[in-house]
Every structure is written in C-alpha cells, then in structure tokens.
C-alpha cells in the first residue's frame, strides 16, 4: 500500500473528525508498529473507552468505521510522529529510499531509547575533551623544552604568552580535575533533564535533517549562546561571582586546550544555559544537538588553546575572536573588563568591552 492510500482514525477518546490524527500518537511506544487504520493510546494517557471482556487487553485499537485520505502535508506530519520499526516501514512513509545516514541512524536508534541517545552527549563530551586538546598539550611541551638553536624554536614565537609554559604536571592536574567536574555535572544534568530535552521538541526520528537545515540551526545556537554568554560572563567578573565561582577558571593566566572547561562545578551549569537555550527556541534533531555540542567545545579548545597558528582556519569565520582574542582576557585575570564574548567579538564592539584589547593591540604595534 502507498502512503497516499493511507487513512487513519482517531483513538477512542478523540474527537473524530476533529483532527487528522490521533493526539495520542506522540505517546506510542518505539517499535510498535499497527495497522495504519488504527491507533493506539495508552491507558494512563486518557479516558479508557468501554471494553467487553473478549475485548480487554493492554493495548487497544479502535477503527472508525469511516476513512478518510490524508493529504501530503498531513502525511508528513504523521509519519514524522510514527517510530519505524523496520527500512520498509520508514521508506514507505517517507516516499523514498533512506540514505545511507538515514538507515545507520534508523539502525541503531531503533534499539535505544530516546533518553539514552539524549546521555551520549556525555560520552562524548568527555571522548572530545581527552583527546582534542591533547595535540595542543603535546606543543606546549614541545614548546617549553624548545631552545633558540632548536628547529622548534619558532613554536614559541606562536605561543600567544611565550614565557608562560605550563609543566607536565599541571596538565595532568587540569584534566584529572576537569573531567572529574564534567562527568558530575554534565552526566547528572543529562539524567534529569531528558524531559524538558523532549518538551522543547528535540526529535529522534526520520528523516534526517539535510546540511543546510543543520547548518542554518547552528548558526542561530551559536549567536544565542554568545549573546547570553557575554553578559553572563560579565556578571560572573562582578565580585560576588569572581570570587566565590569564575576565580577557578582564571588560575591559568595562560591557558590551554585542557583549561577550556576547567572552572568551578557552579560555572559549568550555568554556561549551560545559553548552549541549550539555542536549541530550544529552534529545536532540532538529536543528531544535530550532538554535532552543536561537538562545536562549541571545539570552539572552546581553540580559544583556550595559546597558540596563534596563522593557518587556523577560523581566522576566516566573520567576527570571530579567536584564541588571541581571549588569550588577553585570561592575562588581564580577575580585573579584566575586556573581551567577554566567547565566540564573536561584536557585543564587545557594541557595549564597549573591547577597549583594553584595542590598546594593548597599539602598544604592540608600536613596540
């Protein structure tokens, strides 16, 4: 049967003619697939409709004795709601072939559940941190033992703070704590907030979202989360929150890669919430959260990194701070007013943050 022939009826409780679908149907469960003249409703979920006792059973499905066809629209919305339980099934309600992503990702959600897709994000969150920054790590080592006859000299002349070098030890001590702060928070927040994830409409199903979907989402996450993320920033170097929270993430004067999320447990949540504000007013698919999160903590590594690589190919991304442009507000330390935006420079352009950037900018220059 092709999807135009489809026709649905509503549950038992539903008004049926109201609506082309059951408004139950977003509570089925993964995998179970019935016919697509039926629908079923949990019984926790509504009003149960009135049963003989031939009749009783756990799940009942309930056909109106009249059909209607939908229309294209109205297919797309409801199949978008259906789990697939096999390739035939999403193949048929989508009208075409799964790309190949699509039948990997149909694959192997089909046989976790949603909350436990939602939990990678910690996996891989901690997978990034522990080797991303590590080649960035393995420089600044290189750099510290580098002497003026050294072919590697020249690494020094890109450490953004050349004098500042950090020992074996203290990386050791920066990822040990670090990691140990992010499995808390991050994998405890993962395991409690699963239900406003879904609330906001974060979606696992079919289809998979096409690059230019992704990319349009990423680009408004990664202008909500610097928006926020200055001012709470700016409040975080008021006394109060220096003292008692920020003054943790700013023990390394000269950071690097490992330092980017190194900061007090407090921090951690409350940078938090412009990462996930993005995604909740522009919900997206899971696939995207993950690749949002990926992202920013690359981003993130990269500003922490110490290095000015004139190579690096964010240079090329339009107002984009870059490394030395939060190199100097770790510099500057607690009594930095300058440089709060983590990705973009425009709100420091704008609130006039930048202004002891630009000077020491001059002096440079001038030197």
Known sequence: MSPSSYSISTCSCCPPYDHFY???????????????????????????????KSQSMEHKYVELPKKRHLNKSERAILFQMLPYATAAEAEAGLGRALTHAEAAWLGYSATVPDHLLYCHNVAILLLLYTIAPLPLALLELRARR??????????????LQPRACLS???????????????????????????????????????????????AAQIAVYLLVEDYLGYWIHRLLHTRWGYDHIHRVHHEFTAPVGYAAPYAHWAEVLILGVPAFTGPAIVPCHMTTLWLWFVL???EAIDIH???NFPFNPTKLIPFYGGAEHHDYHHRVGGQSQSNFSSVFTFCDYLYGTDKGYKHHKASLAKS
Do not use: N
């Not at 580098?146 to 450490?159: C, D, T, V």
């Not at 405890?188 to 906001?200: D, E």
């Open 146 to 159: 580098a002497g003026p006859g050294e072919p590697l000299f020249s690494l020094q002349r890109l450490k």
């Open 296 to 298: 920013r903590h690359l």
């Open 168 to 214: 074996p030890a203290a990386i050791l001590r920066c990822y040990l704590d670090t990691a140990r702060v992010l499995l808390l928070t991050v994998g405890t927040l993962s395991l409690v907030s699963y239900p406003a994830v879904r609330a906001v409409g974060i979606r696992t199903g079919l289809p998979l979202p096409s690059p230019g979907e992704v």
């Open 305 to 307: 990194s110490g290095f």
């Open 22 to 52: 059951c408004r139950h149907l977003a509570h089925r469960r993964r995998g179970r697939a019935p016919s697509p003249h039926m629908a079923w409703c949990p019984p926790d979920m509504h009003r149960p409709a009135p049963v003989t």
